[in-house]
C-alpha cells in the first residue's frame, strides 16, 4: 500500500477509474450483444435500433479513452455490416 499522501490520492483515483471504466465496458458489451441477438433473430427494425444505441456508446467510450478510436471503429463497422447484411437478406 502507498505510505505517501499523493501515492495514496492516486491510488484512490485509480479504484475511482477502475469502477468507472468497468461500467463503461460492460455497457458496451452489453450493447454489441443486444445488436447480435437481434441479427441472429433476423428481426431488422430491432437490429437497426441496437445498433443506433451501440453506435453512440462506443462513440461516447472511445471520447473519453476508456477504448481506442480505432478499436470503436472497427466494432461499429463491423455491426453495421452484419446489420446491413440482414436487411438486404444476404
Do not use: P, W
Not at 1 to 18: G, P
Not at 37 to 62: F, I, N, P, Y
Request: proline fraction near 0%; charged fraction near 30%.
Amino acid at each position: 500500500m502507498a505510505t505517501h499522501k499523493d501515492a495514496v490520492k492516486r491510488h484512490r483515483q485509480s479504484l475511482a477509474r477502475r469502477l468507472r471504466n468497468r461500467h463503461y465496458r460492460t455497457m458496451v458489451r452489453n450493447r454489441i450483444k443486444a445488436v447480435r441477438e437481434a441479427v441472429a433473430s433476423g428481426d431488422v427494425d430491432a437490429a437497426q435500433k441496437a445498433l443506433r444505441e451501440a453506435t453512440s456508446v462506443l462513440h461516447r467510450v472511445a471520447s473519453k479513452g476508456i477504448i481506442h478510436r480505432n478499436n470503436a471503429g472497427r466494432r461499429i463497422s463491423r455491426l453495421n455490416a452484419a446489420v446491413k447484411k440482414l436487411a438486404l437478406g444476404l
